[in-house]
């Protein structure tokens, strides 16, 4: 992680965690990002945000995704891949077996897990100016007026000759890849109690393949734009 982003992550654990809506008068602005494998939704959270940034908001906007489970794993006195293996795991297997499993002298129920993934998405989205790429945002954050929820789909050969690409993978591996990771998606988004893919829940569903990067990053501005999501919030102050 970029040494700004670790900053904000420290100073988010020092503060107080409450998540009552009363303290905020407007959450948000917040945008989420759901996508299926090989359609690059990182990749298009940080051109977001660079085109964004460039219009020099009174905050920047940050793009979290593995970083939620870092900082739930701080909360937790868990380390980050086993917080990522639980949400993994094949439907056989129960939370509370999977983490005796582990040995930990700290034994974290499975809802006390899911619980603080679910606060620590739900507190970035609140505290505005976040893009959160996957981790169930769109669910987590379905309620915040101020939000733009995206969608990323694309043909499956599409997504094959992408992964093969990012991931110097053979045609086959790439295959494998794509229906392991959808897999665990599915998985991740069921223990957050979306037991079917809502597509209501987005504002926007978006063919990747339609799209180049440039044309795809405007059409979401547009977006943004027209929802209003901005409204109230200045420039940044620049101080010489």
């Known amino acids: ?17 409450s998540l009552q809506k009363a303290q905020w008068t407007k959450p948000g602005p917040v945008i989420t990002i759901s996508r299926e494998v090989g359609c690059e939704g990182l990749k298009i959270a940080h051109l977001i945000a660079k085109k964004l940034n460039s219009r020099k908001p009174a905050t920047d ?6 970083e939620i489970f870092y900082e739930s794993a701080k909360e937790l006195n868990l380390e980050p891949e086993r917080i990522q ?3 993994k795991q094949d439907d056989k297997y129960t939370f509370d077996e999977i983490l005796k499993a582990f040995n930990n002298r700290q034994f974290k129920s499975e809802r006390r897990i899911i619980n603080t993934v679910a606060d620590v998405v739900r507190s970035f989205a609140f505290d505005g100016f976040s893009i959160i790429v996957g981790r169930g ?7 915040i007026e101020n939000a733009l929820h995206i969608r990323l789909v694309a043909p499956l050969e599409y997504r094959i000759q992408t ?33 079917k893919l809502k597509y209501e829940l987005f504002d926007l569903t978006i063919n990747r393949a339609s799209f180049a990067n440039e044309e795809l990053i405007n059409l979401i501005e547009c977006a943004i734009d027209k929802k209003k999501m901005l409204s109230g919030f200045g420039p940044k102050m620049e101080y010489y």
Request: glycine share 4%; charged share 35%; no cysteine.
């Open 1 to 17: 992680m970029s040494n700004s982003l670790m900053i904000y992550l420290n100073k988010r654990l020092k503060e107080e965690k």
């Open 61 to 66: 906007w940050k793009v979290l995704s593995k």
């Open 85 to 87: 293996k639980i949400f």
């Open 137 to 143: 945002g769109h669910i987590v954050a379905s309620e």
């Open 163 to 195: 992964v093969i690409a990012n991931k110097q993978m053979s045609r086959e591996e790439a295959s494998s890849f794509i229906q392991k990771v959808e897999k665990e998606r599915i998985t991740f988004r069921t223990t957050l109690g979306e037991e």
